[in-house]
């Protein structure tokens, strides 16, 4: 049964610093993984997805890399933002057609 | 164009009562998905429509659950018999022709059983 966790769960950065959010999963056999924002009391916000055959994505200052032999990925926000504040997850679509499995999300604050 | 659409935004039912939600999928997707987010918890896997093929119910908790949906269009998930544990938010998404593409999602019901 794959499982998604996300290190670490909640994240407090001052505005203008580089941040590092990981998502490990444990089957490897997966045909993307995806990464998406949620605001309070909104829906997802698909930010970028990685096919199984790539190892990273950009979008401006996100950049995502997927090591799927290993089970992990990793988004790196640079250059943080207080309006960066949401809670990130991350989701695989493994082997059993469409769905995704998500992690817990990783809440990030970002100081002014 | 339009996003995924969802209604109501907000649902308060009384348990034991019967709820029906709706999801208006982005125009020209195949693939439609019901996810549930419990206060607390991450997004479950509910249900998923990919085409004219039979839908993947594996997500669904209980026979109280049920979802149809209209060829490529609008679905609706009902929930029978509410119960107080079924409070969550419900989260429709919808992606192309292929279920691996991107997954977009609602903005979600909030479904309060007192």
């Known amino acids: 049964k794959q499982e998604v966790t996300q290190i670490p769960a909640a994240l407090s950065v001052p505005e203008g610093e580089n941040l590092v959010l990981n998502c490990s999963f444990t089957?490897?056999?997966?045909?993307?993984l995806q990464w998406f924002r949620q605001d309070p009391g909104k829906g997802l916000t698909s930010l970028l997805l990685?096919?199984?055959?790539?190892r990273e994505q950009t979008s401006g200052r996100l950049n995502a890399s997927l090591d799927k032999s290993s089970g992990r990925s990793t988004l790196y926000i640079a250059a943080s933002q207080p309006g960066d504040s949401a809670t990130y997850l991350c989701a695989v679509n493994g082997n059993q057609g469409g769905k995704l499995i998500f992690g817990q999300g990783t809440e990030l604050s970002v100081k002014p | 164009g339009a996003g995924v659409s969802q209604s109501p935004s907000n649902k308060v039912t009384e348990k034991g009562k019967d709820v029906e939600l709706r999801c208006d999928p982005i125009s020209g997707h195949t693939a439609l998905y019901w996810y549930r987010q419990r206060l607390g918890q991450g997004l479950e896997f509910l249900i998923y429509f990919q085409g004219n093929s039979a839908p993947d119910k594996s997500g669904l908790p209980s026979d109280r659950f049920s979802a149809e949906r209209t060829g490529e269009s609008v679905s609706t998930l009902t929930i029978q018999r509410t119960q107080q544990e079924d409070s969550a938010v419900y989260l429709c998404a919808s992606s192309g022709s292929s279920g691996t593409d991107t997954q977009y999602f609602g903005p979600g019901t909030r479904l309060t059983v007192l």
């Open positions: 990685i096919q199984s055959s790539q």
């Open positions: 089957d490897s056999a997966i045909y993307n």
